[in-house]
């Protein structure tokens, strides 16, 4: 029985690269707003792979809720279902932080997993909640930042600095570094939840200056976040300023303000699929799916 890949572009690419059946998946819209996919070629197989392409401006509402369905078909279909969603929508909020707020990471990974058999995700937000608590099924996050650095190889290693704009960046600093010889620096983040606003402090007598800065972060939405940090490092005399992250939201005006930061570098994933994407989410995929070692499941 043959396996397949059901999806848009980056299942296409997964497809190719692991040598699965491709089954494109064709996307409607009622008036009323209901969502009706439908994956072309269906067929009885062995392994069935779900993996949906996400855009910037797309409604993640949207996207879940074809997801859902998708999962439910092939499970009539295949004999295992594996679930990729390149960015794990509902992530951020893994905590009661106000009284009254669902946990939705926690309610909404129980949706995904209904007709699963494993899930895949890139860098998962992983704060107070780990995918290994959202979800009861096998799960695997698998994390973009040493391809994001290979992307800054060229940099010179003693003349830059990576930063990361809060405690839980140390990690997303750490790998993106692993391979560069790169220093890193965490910074202090508070975020008011009521208003949303953010404010960073850099750690105290830190030389920035002459000095090649990349700001690295696993979500990019307001641009907030990155703003602030860039408002006290300019204050310095650096000699450049890049970003890299993995997950580019990039809500409404956050491309333009970037750009008018003229940063020597911007590089992005193509977990959702903005201007900035220049590592491919699929290869690295592909890596974990195909190694036996890693990716146990193959031997069930
Ligand atoms: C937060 O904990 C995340 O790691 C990101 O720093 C955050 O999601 C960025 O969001 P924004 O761009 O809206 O500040």
Redesign the pocket.
């Known amino acids: 029985m043959i396996n397949i890949v059901v999806g848009n572009n980056l299942a296409h690419s997964l497809a190719e690269l692991i040598k699965f059946q491709f089954c494109p998946v064709e996307m409607k819209k009622f008036c009323d707003g209901e969502v009706k996919p439908r994956i072309k070629n269906i067929r009885q197989s062995n392994w069935g792979i779900l993996m949906l392409d996400i855009y910037q401006d797309e409604n993640i509402n949207d996207y879940l809720v074809n997801f859902f369905l998708l999962a439910a078909r092939m499970k009539q279909s295949c004999k295992k279902v594996i679930g990729v969603i390149p960015y794990l929508p509902y992530s951020?909020q893994d905590k009661e932080f106000v009284k009254g707020e669902p946990v939705s990471g926690k309610i909404i990974a129980a949706h995904i997993e209904k007709n699963l058999d494993a899930f895949i995700t890139f860098n998962s937000?992983n704060?107070r909640l780990k995918l290994n608590d959202l979800f009861s099924i096998p799960n695997y996050n698998i994390s973009l930042f040493p391809e994001l650095g290979e992307y800054f190889k060229k940099f010179p290693a003693d003349n830059t600095l990576v930063i990361a704009?809060?405690q839980?960046?140390r990690d997303f600093a750490q790998d993106f570094c692993q391979n560069t010889g790169f220093q890193y620096i965490v910074c202090h983040?508070k975020r008011n939840i009521y208003t949303?606003k953010?404010k960073l402090q850099l750690p105290r007598d830190f030389d920035l200056n002459n000095k090649n800065i990349i700001i690295v972060?696993?979500?990019?939405?307001?641009?907030?976040?990155?703003m602030n940090l860039v408002s006290q490092i300019k204050k310095q005399n650096i000699k450049s300023l890049s970003f890299a992250f993995v997950h580019g939201l990039l809500v409404g005006d956050?491309e333009m303000a970037f750009k008018k930061l003229k940063p020597k570098l911007i590089v992005s994933t193509n977990t959702i699929f903005n201007e900035f994407m220049k590592v491919d989410c699929a290869k690295s995929l592909a890596l974990l799916i195909t190694n036996k070692n890693k990716f146990k499941l193959w031997n069930k």
Request: proline fraction near 5%; charge should be negative.
């Open positions: 951020r937000h704060h704009p809060d839980e960046a983040k949303n953010v972060d696993d979500i990019i939405a307001s641009g907030n976040t990155l956050t």
